[in-house]
């Protein structure tokens, strides 16, 4: 006849879970003082040994496990971006939850404020959209929290008012009360930054380019000149016909003449040389 399985007493069970308590206690409250002190590495040893324990206790009856796991992960995670080792952040709480959307909403706010901070607005945009996106999280009563940090914290700084409205509409964990309280909100910082945007973009417009005004003498200077050029190459087209490429050249050296006197670049001076032995030549 085969043996009957004597169970554990209930007395045993109570034992093995009152030794473990006291631990996950002492580490959690050796954590808190470790961050209070600012001695970080500490601070991070008691968490993760702290969340070592915690997973030996999941199986034990009236004993959940979420309240030590998420006040552990808390403060490991201000103990790195104390310490500024913020790249180790993420690994850290992928490693005790498998995921980010799978987080506390209080896990990911620490996030978003800690990359933020610095300036890190793609990773903040990654880390919302798989949180906000996971149908697990619509329930959550911290949605709305997340959601209005994202848009104040990351996309106000990041110059992307004008995407608020549409961000909102994705944001399914919302209602319609209260995707309407919050744009009531945002709506005058949107409208504020729209309207100085465009006031920066009408100060960077070019200015409109102005004719200087033209005295009467200088008006009257330049006719006159150029009028006699008009008269001295026609005499020139007359006088040397058919019309051949000694007739141009006679017009480009009287042209390049005036301007080099009127102007005195150096280098039309060297071009009327040239053309003025072409004409030579030819003539």
């Not at 030590?68 to 993420?90: D, G, K, P």
């Not at 007739?247 to 040239?274: C, D, E, H, M, Y």
Request: proline share 5%.
């Amino acid at each position: 006849m085969a043996s009957k399985e004597v169970p554990r007493p209930k007395e045993y069970a109570e034992t093995g879970f009152s030794t473990v308590q006291p631990t996950l206690k002492q580490h959690l409250d050796n954590a808190t003082a470790a961050l209070l002190f600012k001695n970080f590495d500490a601070c991070i040893e008691h968490c993760e040994n702290g969340l070592s324990q915690v997973k030996l206790c999941t199986d034990r009856e009236n004993f959940s496990s979420k309240e030590f796991t998420e006040q552990l992960c808390v403060l490991a995670v201000q103990a790195h971006a104390e310490r500024n080792t913020w790249q180790e952040v993420l690994p850290f709480v992928r490693k005790v939850y498998g995921d980010i959307e799978h987080s506390p909403a209080a896990i990911v706010q620490l996030c978003l404020l800690l990359f933020a901070k610095l300036q890190d607005y793609p990773q903040c945009q990654a880390l919302a959209n798989i949180w906000l996106r996971n149908r697990d999280n619509y329930t959550d009563a911290e949605y709305p929290h997340i959601v209005d940090i994202y848009v104040q914290r990351v996309m106000f700084p990041w110059k992307l008012h004008s995407l608020v409205p549409a961000f909102l509409d994705t944001c399914l964990g919302l209602d319609a009360t209260q995707r309407q309280l919050m744009m009531q909100d945002y709506a005058v910082v949107i409208e504020k930054e729209i309207k100085t945007s465009t006031d920066e973009d009408d100060d960077k417009s070019p200015l409109p380019v102005k004719r200087l005004p033209i005295s009467e003498s200088d008006e009257g200077e330049s006719e006159g000149v150029w009028a006699y050029i008009r008269r001295l190459s026609a005499l020139l087209f007359r006088r040397i016909q058919p019309y051949n490429l000694t007739a141009i050249l006679s017009v480009a050296f009287i042209i390049l003449a005036f301007l080099s006197l009127r102007f005195n670049k150096g280098p039309l001076s060297r071009i009327q040389s040239t053309v003025l032995l072409l004409w030579q030549r030819l003539i």
